[in-house]
């Protein structure tokens, strides 16, 4: 059997390319280059350039190429700074553009926040357009692949929000993730930074292994509940997908083949089609998530799916969830 994630597991499925001239900007993905897990500029080109008309892109900080030393707080910056020089590379290729930067800063540091701010700013070579300080953390962290580790009650903390407040004053957007369990405590936080721009990753990552692996359908219900609840924030928007990490439990990078586009929507569409209606497609942008959602499935395969769920939908809400919320959000 072919190892799930790897090229050859992820072409034993392979479609048609629906919709193949549709603009898309995928608004959320990642870049590192760690010791045999590399997934650079050209990795991320051979997926956005498999078949889909991926204009523009956006990364999103996952805690690479951090400075070695200085101080702590300023770290983060050798990340912006090596996302910048992919991106100018992403522009020489001709692929994909990578043309906005939502790189990482710990938002409860005050004074060293401003410097931390200033320093993404300089380092982004104009592409730096908001911070990711998630709130993710595990209950069960022994039974996740990715196991955020974010303090206990950060989004409580008035620091953090404070840190939160100042990326609005300053005209920065503000990303982040966490799982089901904490969507109340991400609503108060958005209540309490309303002139702020949030985006909701990833669904609020409803967990669908562990602990959690049986008790899918009262998550499922509570989940609906706190989505309606948070787009009543008018200062939030969502990012729907990375829902095919295996974290969510629906087991894909177990199998000996990928799913297909039609399991992958008959799985998921129930997610997608509850947080459209309860945020509108202007509110609302579909994302890759790649490569962490690329141990279940293929590029291609993805956004076949994404356009079979809104097959329905008017050509200017599709725009809206492909390209246009993506594009007036990020300032791109």
């Not at 998921?268 to 459209?276: E, K, S, V």
Request: net charge negative.
């Amino acid at each position: 059997m072919n190892k799930p994630g790897s090229q050859d597991w992820l072409d034993s499925v392979t479609e048609d390319i629906i919709d193949p001239e549709r603009r898309i900007i995928d608004p959320h993905h990642h870049l590192w280059r760690h010791p045999g897990n590399v997934y650079d500029v050209d990795n991320l080109h051979g997926d956005t350039g498999s078949g889909h008309n991926i204009v523009k892109t956006v990364f999103v900080e996952c805690h690479a190429e951090y400075l070695k030393d200085g101080p702590a707080h300023l770290r983060p910056l050798g990340e912006t700074q090596f996302v910048a020089e992919q991106a100018a590379q992403s522009k020489s290729n001709g692929g994909a553009e990578i043309a906005g930067i939502v790189a990482h800063a710990n938002l409860t540091l005050n004074d060293e926040l401003v410097e931390t701010l200033a320093g993404h700013e300089v380092s982004g070579n104009g592409l730096f357009r908001g911070i990711r300080h998630a709130g993710a953390r595990a209950t069960h962290p022994e039974e996740l692949f990715i196991a955020g580790q974010a303090p206990q009650g950060l989004y409580k903390d008035e620091k953090f929000r404070d840190g939160v407040r100042l990326l609005g004053k300053k005209g920065y957007s503000y990303d982040t993730w966490h799982y089901h369990y904490q969507n109340k405590d991400f609503y108060e936080l958005a209540l309490a930074a309303p002139d702020t721009q949030m985006i909701l990753d990833h669904f609020g990552t409803p967990v669908g292994v562990g602990y959690y692996a049986d008790k899918k359908t009262e998550i499922f219900k509570q989940w609906k509940i706190d989505i309606k609840k948070i787009a009543e924030c008018d200062n939030v928007v969502a990012k729907i997908g990375g829902l095919a990490m295996p974290d969510n439990g629906f087991g894909w990078h177990t199998r000996a083949t990928p799913p297909s586009s039609n399991e992958f929507v008959e799985a998921q569409r129930a997610y997608y089609l509850h947080t459209i209606d309860c945020f509108g497609p202007e509110r609302c942008m579909f994302e890759s998530n790649f490569p962490v959602d690329r141990f279940s499935l293929s590029y291609p395969v993805l956004y076949n799916g994404l356009k079979k769920i809104v097959a329905d939908f008017s050509e200017s809400e599709k725009d809206a969830m492909f390209y246009g919320t993506a594009e007036r959000v990020y300032r791109l």
